[in-house]
Nanobody, 125 residues
Framework: QVQLVESGGGLVQDGGSLRLSCAAS????????VGWFRQAPGKERELLAA????????YYADSVKGRFTISRDNGKNTVYLQMNSLEPEDTAVYYC??????????????????WGQGTQVTVSS
């Protein structure tokens, strides 16, 4: 069992930056693929970024490519999402999620096995 706890959300102005953190329990967390999702009011939850066990294995949605960076510190059991050039359209609840280790994970189509509780990000214009 893995528990995920997000932090770092808040209110920021248009063009500002935030860094979200996802702290996980579990000694084998380093082997999990981890992703960040968001859900805005009235919209479907969308995958923004994902990272494998290594910082060199990442995925980004087109909507955040070049603005958001996902990374992980396996020693701290933590995954980060650095968000730059934030826009009002980025306002949403942001969720951390994890996939248990398996032979292959298609993050764009496979539902995660674990979810965090979410953290609110609000970008004011």
């Amino acid at each position: 069992q893995v528990q995920l706890v997000e932090s770092g959300g808040g209110l920021v102005q248009d063009g500002g930056s935030l860094r979200l953190s996802c702290a996980a329990s579990g000694r084998t967390f380093s082997s999990y693929t981890v992703g960040w999702f968001r859900q805005a009011p009235g919209k479907e939850r969308e995958l923004l970024a994902a990272i494998g066990w290594s910082n060199s294995n990442t995925y980004y949605a087109d909507s955040v490519k070049g603005r958001f960076t996902i990374s992980r510190d396996n020693g701290k059991n933590t995954v980060y999402l650095q968000m730059n050039s934030l826009e009002p359209e980025d306002t949403a609840v942001y969720y951390c999620a994890a996939w248990v280790p398996r032979s292959s994970v298609v993050v764009t189509t496979t539902p995660p096995d674990y979810w965090g509780q979410g953290t609110q990000v609000t970008v004011s214009s």
